[in-house]
């Protein structure tokens, strides 16, 4: 059943509305463009405002090995014209390479998890159409626009963090990396660290819409699967397929804004121009166009933009554009395991970037760079990179944040750590904890 209106409304409270009526549900997933917040979206090919999922009417949930589970899955809703949403988390790099993760996980999200919802709204050029397998969609419709009891975003809970790394640790890790460019056995890393902490009374779905109005990007998403949440902020594609058409936008080079509106060219400016930002950028671009070569159709993998530099609300990020045309007859489980993980969060080489991740990092990274996203009726998806994220175990009252960056033969490890903490930001003001005292914390 599908219900189409044009609607008079307000996107920042459609957000509110829509985290409501996701409440009553063990699943649900709210992909937020952020289109209301900052001007024009910076980066190409985003369809809606928002769309949501909520309720469910099956699920696929697997480990590293499962992703042929996953396309037979897909195949048949696929047949019946359903929508699918879900993630993959970095681990599934386990099955598709010769790795392994042995490090400490956190929170123990499963590795991948889909589900096909009930209902389905979403917001695309002041229409909002709500699709729904057991209600009537005008009704469902009013319900969850109109609701009076919606969200605040002054709550906080009580947070206290129990893993945090610190300074020292971190810097010893950045040379250890260096010392393997320095032999020839990775050109770059990104190498990331976590913060754990238990929150009680903790509210999700409060804390994103904090982390909207701090820091409202475009690949941003609300997860809620089980007691197990995600509140994401992520400005980067990953990947999205129209038609026969995929593209992938990685982000390779981060810099603050600026003061006021000169210094704020500056540093755009700088960032441009920066030889180790374009460096690292570049790799991950020639990177990229090696995983799709594994799926193009010959001569079709192309450079739409290099080095673009786009402004967001916390800061500008170089983000670069890859596109191919696609072989005929190749399905989501076959990109997945060419493309996979995103280059953007591993380095290059892929694999031996990827074992010496393992080394160095002192955690599983689970879903935090991996990707969560949507596969439409047609079979067209778009899905994001897992960065500037909180997640959430309700059951353990876990609350896990981490931020990383790229290393470079040209890297300064204190610079590399002060990039970290521009990331970690936002989280940390979305969870009510000043700065200050974090980086006292990390000091212990």
């Not at 189409?4 to 957000?15: G, I, K, P, Q, W």
């Not at 009930?118 to 419709?141: M, R, T």
């Not at 995983?291 to 530099?309: H, M, Q």
């Amino acid at each position: 059943m599908l219900s189409t209106v044009t609607a008079d409304y307000n996107l920042e409270n459609s957000r509110k509305c829509i985290l409501k009526f996701l409440e009553d549900f063990s699943h649900g997933l709210l992909f937020d463009s952020n289109s209301s917040s900052a001007g024009p979206i910076p980066v190409t090919g985003i369809k809606y405002d928002f769309l949501a999922a909520a309720g469910i009417v099956d699920e696929f949930i697997g480990d590293a090995n499962s992703l042929d589970g996953l396309q037979e899955f897909l195949d048949v809703h696929r047949s019946n014209a359903n929508w699918v949403f879900g993630y993959i988390s970095y681990d599934v790099k386990n099955g598709i390479e010769n790795l392994h993760s042995g490090n400490r996980d956190h929170l123990n999200f499963p590795e991948i998890h889909f589900f096909v919802p009930q209902h389905v709204l979403l917001s695309q050029n002041g229409k909002v159409q709500v699709f729904s397998k057991s209600d009537d969609p005008e009704k469902l419709k009013s319900a969850v626009f109109q609701n009076t009891q919606k969200l605040t975003s002054n709550e906080f809970s009580e947070l206290q963090f129990s893993h945090v790394v610190n300074r020292e640790s971190y810097l010893k890790n950045v040379d250890v990396i260096l010392s393997h460019i320095q032999r020839g056995d990775i050109y770059e890393m990104n190498y990331c660290h976590q913060f754990v902490g238990t929150g009680r009374n903790f509210k999700p779905a409060n804390a994103f819409i904090r982390l909207m109005e701090i820091s409202p990007n475009p690949f941003s998403a609300f997860l809620k699967l089980n007691k197990r949440y995600l509140m994401c902020a992520s400005p980067e594609r990953f990947i999205s397929k129209s038609e026969n058409t995929i593209i992938s936008q990685p982000i390779k080079g981060t810099s603050a804004r600026g003061t006021d509106s000169h210094s704020d060219e500056v540093m755009k400016h700088q960032l441009h121009f920066n030889s180790k930002e374009r460096s690292e950028n570049v790799m991950i671009v020639d990177l990229v166009r090696n995983d799709f070569s594994k799926i193009a159709c010959r001569g079709s993998v192309k450079v739409d933009e290099l080095f673009g530099v786009y402004t967001f609300k916390r800061s500008h990020q170089m983000i670069s554009t890859i596109r191919c045309e696609l072989k005929p007859h190749t399905n989501f489980n076959t990109i997945i395991k060419s493309v996979f993980p995103m280059g953007s969060m591993t380095g290059a080489p892929k694999i031996s970037a990827m074992k010496i991740i393992e080394q160095v990092e002192d955690f599983k990274r689970g879903l935090f760079s991996g990707s969560v996203g949507y596969i439409d009726p047609s079979g067209n998806f778009d899905f994001n990179v897992v960065i500037r994220s909180i997640l959430y175990d309700e059951h353990s009252q876990t609350v896990a944040i981490a931020a990383g960056g790229a290393i470079t033969a040209e890297s300064k490890p204190s610079q590399e750590y002060e990039e970290t903490l521009l990331k970690l930001g936002p989280q940390l003001q979305a969870l009510g904890v000043n700065m200050d005292h974090f980086l006292c914390l990390e000091k212990r």
